[in-house]
């Protein structure tokens, strides 16, 4: 079952899916999962709706939704904050705890790629949130950005376009626009999994946004509610180091899995490993039915 709805963060109306179960019942309270789109996305990507599909049939009511200036949702389109994204998390928290379907003490994020790092930073800041899943996420802005601009001249073209979006707002007052793939770069083959609709330039404030993000000073914070971080070890776009670090930085119940045969776009490749790891941590940590 799918149902669209809106809902309000900071004044802006954002726009979710909630898939329920197949088998709910009238009046069942049932834990949530809520699913975290990555950079420029928005809630129809495929491996969005392969997850919030799984999730449903293991007896969880989820939600996938556009961020603000994503997909569906209300605000500047393109201008992707990470502190934005984080507060777009929580008021999705407040919005599906007050749902009669809802267990409001079991609501739990699940995020691909640049939403995993949001999760795991939402996670470490709102108590509210029951469990955290990160599927190719990173916890240090700068760090993640010297791996994927890796080479002196790839750094300094980087660091450059940082500059010059700071000197043209205070110049212009406006902001500068910057194609996506000098943010964050993806390969050719790679690039069919991106969600239809993708945005594919952003502001520069977007990338120093990003730069500036640290969900490593949050992970730790998550404890002692459960945390799963997966991860390709032989990731295109985000470095695999990224998921390790935010392993040494947790605090248990934390478990780190690191896949040979998926690349970044895991829950997309449907890849049955991966829906093992993720059906056994719940059944361990998250279970459907409350113990």
């Known amino acids: 079952m799918e149902s669209r709805v809106t809902f309000k963060s900071d004044g802006l109306n954002l726009s979710g899916i909630v ?9 069942k309270r049932c834990p949530v999962f809520l699913v975290l789109h990555g950079f420029g996305g928005n809630k129809e990507g495929h491996g969005q709706i392969v997850i919030a599909e799984q999730l449903a049939k293991w007896g969880y009511v989820t939600m ?9 949702s209300e605000g500047e389109h393109g201008r992707i904050l990470c502190l934005d994204q984080v507060a777009d998390t929580s ?39 029951a469990a955290v899943i990160s599927s190719g996420g990173w916890g240090n802005g700068e760090r993640k950005f010297r791996r994927q601009h890796p080479t002196p001249e790839a750094w300094a073209r980087f660091s450059n376009m940082l500059e010059e979006g700071r000197r043209y707002r205070e110049r212009t007052g406006k902001s500068l626009m910057v194609p996506r793939f000098d943010i964050v770069p993806i390969p050719e083959r790679l690039r069919r999994n991106m969600s239809q609709g993708s945005i594919m330039e ?20 998550i404890s002692p509610r459960p945390l799963l971080l997966l991860h390709s070890a032989n990731d295109s776009v985000t470095p695999t180091e990224e998921s390790i670090e935010l392993f040494k930085r947790a605090k ?12 970044h776009f895991m829950f997309g490749e449907e890849n049955a490993r991966v829906a093992h790891i993720v059906s056994d941590w719940l059944a361990r940590f998250f279970p459907a039915s409350a113990l």
């Open 19 to 27: 898939h329920t179960p197949p088998d709910l019942s009238p009046g």
């Open 64 to 72: 996938r939704f556009d961020y603000r200036g994503c997909g569906e």
């Open 91 to 129: 008021n999705a928290v407040t919005h599906m705890a007050s749902r009669p379907d809802v267990d409001p003490k079991r609501i739990a994020l699940i995020g691909s790629s640049f939403g995993a790092a949001v999760a795991v930073y939402t996670g470490g800041v709102d108590t509210r949130v």
């Open 202 to 221: 952003f502001p520069a404030e977007t990338a120093q946004s990003m730069y500036d993000f640290r969900a490593d000073e949050m992970v730790g914070k």
């Open 252 to 263: 248990q119940p934390t478990e780190l899995h690191l896949l040979s045969e998926v690349d």
